[in-house]
């Protein structure tokens, strides 16, 4: 496993995305580092093609020199998944955390939503164990914990 970045977070240069306007490169990278995280790292055999994708914004942070995808997420317009606008597939690679790029990445996405989908409240489907970090970004709990996949979650609101 790689090292984490250093304390000072990487210049990315971060890019939004309807799916029609993903080139099939950025759309493997995407793919790529989600499979990655999400059914590699957490050993979680799940579904990740989920045909929600088509529908969605992405929002990628890409190294400028190396090219490599060091984070992305989806946002999905309200009633696409819940009555509310969404984030999901928040992710980051992992020589790349501990420096703050989930944290930018999130901040983007709340304003992505906030601009795009005004007066909308915005809601997650988030790992249990990371309800600090979305708590930390003004969410708030809605739900009991459940299982989605083997891994235990729970819905947070952004109102």
Known sequence: MNEPCSQIPPQLDWQWHEFTQLSS??????????????????????????????GAFHLCGTDPASHCLQACARVLPPRAVFEEASIGRVVTATDSRSCGLGHELMRRSVEFCRDRFTGTAIRISAQTHLQP???????????????????LHVEMLLR
């Open 133 to 151: 970090f979305y708590t930390s970004h003004g969410f708030e709990t809605v739900t009991t914990e459940h299982l989605i996949d083997g891994i």
């Open 25 to 54: 490169d950025q759309l493997y990278r995407i793919l790529r580092l989600r499979q990655q995280v999400f059914i590699i790292e957490q050993r979680c055999a799940y579904g990740d093609i989920d045909n929600l994708d088509q």
